[in-house]
């Protein structure tokens, strides 16, 4: 999972640098795998560093940050950043088609996207609600790579 985390690094770095993101990628226990392609998952981090880079955009303060914690004995990662966060009110629709949020246009399809790739290998993704999971003050996403039980 790492290798894939730092291909997407390096295809944002550019981006990351002119925008004065900080991204911090912390690997906790033993390695997070995941019984998937290279694919999906390269496709849920373009997803989620493209909304985070958008939405840090859109905001104006001093220190912006991604930060990317990978649980290998949790199997689970959290994607946090410090943009403006999802409202109460866009929360339940987040994964929907073509909801974009905030009243901002856009095609809105990033999130269900990486939902629906991950739902194919019954893994998940949702909008962090622990307080234990939510690590910076924006979004926080727990995607778990532990396929659910049916």
């Not at 220190?63 to 866009?90: A, H």
Request: hydrophobic content about 40%; proline content about 3%; cysteine-free.
């Amino acid at each position: 999972m790492l290798d894939i985390v730092e291909k997407v690094e390096r295809i944002y770095k550019r981006l990351l640098n002119k925008e004065n993101i900080q991204l911090d990628i912390r690997q906790l226990g033993s390695p997070l795998i995941a019984k998937t392609t290279d694919a999906v998952l390269l496709q849920l981090f373009l997803n989620l560093f493209d909304n985070a880079v958008y939405w840090l955009q859109q905001v104006s303060r001093p220190e912006k940050r991604i930060e990317i914690i990978l649980d290998g004995q949790k199997g689970q990662m959290i994607f946090s950043d410090n943009g403006p966060g999802i409202s109460k009110d866009d929360a339940p629709y987040i994964f929907e088609p073509f909801y974009s949020g905030k009243g901002e246009e856009g095609r809105g399809l990033g999130l269900y996207i990486a939902r629906q790739l991950l739902e194919r290998n019954d893994y998940s993704i949702e909008l962090a609600e622990l307080k234990s999971d939510k690590i910076l003050s924006g979004a926080n996403f727990v995607v778990s790579f532990v396929a659910e039980e049916n």
